[in-house]
């Protein structure tokens, strides 16, 4: 798994700009580089970063997150995934 710096606020929250969150998730779960993050590599992601549950969370994270329906996270869609991990991730996304 590839690591970026990262820092961590008094709150004990994670704080990456988008484009680290991005950057994070693409290079430590786009295992197979399609630039996109799967079901399977969202499941790796709530996994790695503590979540219980991590199948079930990754449907109901990626039919929540996914605007086009088509099974993937996209570049378009990032933003609605940053939404939800700032929320459930323990992550703080900064512009």
Avoid: C, P, Y
């Avoid at 693409?26 to 549950?53: A, H, P």
């Amino acid at each position: 798994m590839a690591f970026i710096e990262r820092n961590v606020s008094s709150d004990g929250k994670r704080v990456m700009t988008l484009q680290q969150f991005k950057q994070w998730l693409k290079t430590s779960f786009d295992t197979n580089g399609d630039g996109r993050i799967s079901k399977d590599e969202l499941r790796e992601v709530l996994r790695i970063t503590g979540g219980l549950f991590a199948s079930w969370k990754s449907n109901k994270v990626l039919k929540s997150v996914d605007a086009n329906h088509d099974g993937f996270i996209d570049d378009k869609e990032f933003i609605n995934l940053a939404h939800f991990a700032e929320k459930h991730l323990n992550i703080r996304i900064t512009k």
